[in-house]
């Protein structure tokens, strides 16, 4: 029988979010952390030719920042090995901004309009065009949409008796979220991260929950979160079928 998985989300917009799977192991859980960074594709720019660079940094400088600017990918419209012509032209006195870039293909275009590629002199301009190309994060970093992935466990925290009169309560800082006796998730910084600001004065103990782990996703606009998640989960999927046609062919 398939394991089952409770997910809930704490926060989340489009670019980020804070959520809740219970039901994995330590193993399944980083399996999906890389999941998200390494196998979902988004497009970057790959082969540049600079027609007219006479601003102060070298091609091979600003060939790197442009491999790093986000491109929105609209995966269902395209295939690994997709190529979507960019191109840019900019003259001095003026900031290059990658909202600057014009594409071939209105569904990829620069995630964010203000990323500052370089700032032109009177007299200098800038000129290139590049192939964008869809890719995995584990054939480069560029490609990895996922710019964030991390997850810890669930912390329960029991609230016991009253300290001592005299007793000091030492800080107890914990990052993320924290489970209350009563089943409610509170994510830490509403209390600054230290417990003792939620429960002064009190005795505390703090242990993890089995098999619940917080995911804190943020994307790099190339898509949604939402979008990261589920892909990173389809691989995942489509992986363990594929184990398991080897194993029982």
């Known amino acids: 029988m398939a394991p089952e998985f409770d997910v809930e989300f704490i926060e989340a917009d489009e670019r980020n979010a804070r959520f809740l799977v219970r039901g994995l192991t330590p193993a399944l859980a980083n399996g999906f952390r890389r999941a998200m960074i390494a196998d979902v594709p988004t497009f970057s720019m790959d082969t540049i030719s600079?027609?007219?660079?006479?601003?102060?940094?070298?091609?091979?400088?600003?060939?790197?920042?442009?491999?790093?600017?986000?491109?929105?990918?609209?995966?269902?419209?395209?295939?690994?090995?997709?190529?979507v012509t960019v191109a840019l032209d900019v003259e001095g006195p003026a900031t290059a901004y990658s909202g600057d870039i014009e594409?071939?293909?209105?569904?990829?275009?620069?995630?964010?309009?203000?990323?500052?590629?370089?700032?032109?002199?009177?007299?200098?301009?800038?000129?290139?065009?590049?192939?964008?190309?869809?890719?995995?994060?584990?054939?480069?970093?560029k490609h990895q949409g996922g710019v964030s992935v991390g997850f810890r466990h669930l912390q329960q925290v029991e609230v016991g008796d009253d300290i001592g009169e005299f007793d000091d309560q030492e800080p107890q800082i914990l990052r993320g979220v924290i489970e209350t006796e009563d089943g409610e998730l509170v994510l830490t910084n509403e209390f600054d991260n230290d417990l003792t600001n939620r429960y002064p004065g009190k005795e505390l103990e703090v242990t993890d929950v089995p098999g619940a782990y917080v995911f804190h996703v943020e994307t790099d606009g190339s898509f949604s979160v939402e979008e990261l998640v589920l892909r990173a989960a389809e691989s995942i999927g489509a992986r363990a079928d594929e184990l398991h046609d080897a194993v029982t062919a």
């Open 103 to 141: 594409s071939s293909d209105p569904l990829v275009e620069p995630a964010d309009q203000n990323v500052p590629i370089i700032e032109l002199k009177e007299g200098q301009r800038l000129e290139f065009e590049a192939e964008a190309v869809l890719d995995h994060g584990k054939s480069h970093a």
């Open 50 to 83: 600079f027609v007219e660079n006479t601003s102060v940094m070298f091609d091979e400088m600003i060939a790197l920042r442009l491999g790093l600017i986000p491109l929105t990918t609209p995966l269902d419209d395209f295939e690994i090995g997709d190529t």
